[in-house]
């Protein structure tokens, strides 16, 4: 009887999975094709997010568990995903270049400590973490428009899979509209949680306060990059 039993709820975690997938395959399709044929940075997240799901679907990997050493099986902490936009009083080609050197970043964002540039389109992000510790990965910028936007994305192998963009907006008065917008999935345990943390109990708010910040910054001491 339990032998019984134990083939059936096998059966149906199977089926289950293969639902999972093809529900993944499909969402992550139309995703991909849909972020491919936009412009900016919501093109950007749709893509990449659709990319990924249909990868996943396609080969039952997830990259992000396996760069973790775990099993797709455990329980993953809740991904994140924040976005906010700032009005600055200046020229969009200004914020971009301030932006376009990931080191200024953790002057801007407050859960990164440092990021160090390893050549044109890679550098290497170390975000803080709970209890004094911190997380790693590289990232490689994917989108680059001069003015308009960046767009980067974590490389493969990296503990923490993430990505983030930011849309610079000239306005008519000569200001920008920076619009940001961030992406983690943490992985399986301990440091899924502690990464689920980086952004403190309200990701939303944590970002707001961050731009309006560097907001607050960039206009009044007009920093250099």
């Keep these: 009887?339990?032998?019984?039993?134990?083939?059936?709820?096998?059966?149906?975690t199977?089926?289950?999975?293969?639902?999972?997938?093809?529900?993944?395959?499909?969402?992550?399709?139309?995703?991909?094709?849909?972020?491919?044929?936009?412009?900016?940075?919501?093109?950007?997240?749709?893509?990449a997010v659709g990319g990924?799901?249909?990868?996943?679907?396609?080969?039952?990997?997830?990259?992000?568990?396996?760069?973790?050493?775990?099993?797709?099986?455990?329980?993953?902490?809740?991904?994140?995903?924040v976005e906010h936009s700032v009005v600055i009083d200046r020229p969009a080609q200004q914020v971009y270049t301030y932006w376009r050197n990931f080191e200024n970043l953790p002057r801007i964002m407050s859960h990164l400590e440092n990021v160090t540039i390893l050549d044109e389109r890679r550098s290497r992000w170390v975000a803080k973490a709970p209890l004094g510790t911190h997380v790693e990965w590289e990232a490689e910028i994917v989108n680059d428009k001069p003015g308009e936007r960046i767009g980067w994305h974590s490389l493969p192998g990296a503990t923490v899979d993430n990505a983030g963009s930011v849309q610079f907006e000239s306005l008519p008065n000569g200001g920008t509209r920076v619009h940001v917008a961030l992406s983690y999935r943490p992985p399986a345990g301990a440091l899924g949680a502690a990464v689920a943390k980086l952004f403190g109990e309200e990701p939303s708010q944590q970002i707001a306060d961050d731009l309006q910040k560097f907001k607050q910054t960039f206009e009044g001491a007009n920093p250099q990059a």
């Excluded at 009887?1 to 149906?12: G, L, T, V």
């Excluded at 249909?54 to 995903?81: E, Q, W």
Aim: no cysteine.
């Design 1 to 12: 009887m339990s032998a019984n039993m134990d083939n059936s709820n096998s059966k149906e």
């Design 52 to 81: 990924y799901l249909a990868y996943r679907a396609a080969t039952g990997n997830d990259p992000v568990m396996s760069a973790a050493g775990l099993s797709g099986n455990a329980a993953a902490a809740k991904p994140i995903f």
């Design 14 to 47: 199977g089926n289950s999975m293969d639902q999972g997938r093809l529900i993944s395959g499909a969402a992550g399709g139309a995703l991909l094709l849909l972020g491919l044929r936009r412009r900016g940075f919501l093109g950007l997240s749709m893509a």
